[in-house]
């Protein structure tokens, strides 16, 4: 079956520009992941969703951050007057079941490297 | 706060050469230890998820395995195929948010 897809899959940004990042999620997957991944390290949170509900962004750097899920399925992180220091590669990850639930595996897509110059 | 440490930060191997990869972590109240496999350009992939002290688990030539304090991701017999970052994560709190490793970077020579 279809795997968690991201577009664009590149962005080259002019500091101060917005822009948009979107995520299709497996079909039926309750939670929504939004990670960050810097050159050379792991992936780090930036904000969850259980359905439509945002349930924690506290791994958002700043409130130039902001994302939606408004059905349920697919979200959206814009990132407004983009910084250089936001240049990453942007990963999206769904799973089948809800917080407090048993620990339960995180289906990443691709990615969407950002550069902003 | 929780933290995840791996180690080494790199390895180079030849082909058959087995060895073992370290996470150690430091988390309020374990949820889940997960290993992810990722490689250049891709998302992470899901390896195993362990739960409690004791736990085992294997996959071809990997087995995983967690003590109170770390997990161990074994490779025995390692082909160039399994050239790739191996991400280890945490799942801390209630909702199912992961703190990651910064990975150990492992290159298999034929």
């Known amino acids: 079956g279809a795997g968690v897809s991201q577009s664009p899959r590149y962005k080259v940004a002019k500091r101060g520009q917005d822009v948009a990042l979107r995520c299709d999620p497996i079909?039926?997957?309750?939670?929504l992941f939004w990670y960050q991944q810097a050159l050379g390290q792991g992936p780090e949170f930036l904000t969850y969703?259980?359905?439509?509900?945002?349930?924690?962004k506290s791994g958002l750097p700043s409130d130039r951050f902001f994302a939606e899920r408004p059905e349920g399925s697919v979200s959206t992180l814009k990132i407004q007057r983009t910084q250089q220091e936001d240049s990453a590669v942007y990963l999206c990850?769904?799973?089948?079941?809800?917080?407090?639930?048993?620990?339960?595996?995180?289906?990443f897509g691709p990615g969407t490297r950002l550069t902003v110059t | 706060e929780d933290q995840v440490t791996q180690s080494p930060e790199a390895l180079r191997l030849q082909e058959g050469e087995s060895s073992s990869l370290n996470c150690s972590y430091t988390v309020s109240g374990l949820r889940g230890l997960f290993w992810y496999r990722q490689d250049p350009g891709k998302g992470p992939e899901f390896l195993f998820t362990?739960?409690?002290a004791g736990e085992e688990k294997e996959k071809e030539r990997l087995k995983a395995t967690l003590t109170k304090k770390e997990s161990f991701l074994h490779i025995t017999a390692p082909k160039p195929e399994d050239s790739a970052t191996y991400l280890c994560a945490v799942r801390v709190g209630g909702f199912q948010k992961l703190v990651f490793g910064t990975g150990t970077r492992l290159l298999v020579s034929p």
């Open positions: 990850a769904s799973s089948r079941l809800a917080s407090g639930s048993q620990a339960d595996e995180q289906y």
């Open positions: 969703f259980q359905n439509e509900a945002q349930l924690d």
């Open positions: 079909s039926g997957h309750v939670s």
């Open positions: 362990l739960y409690s």
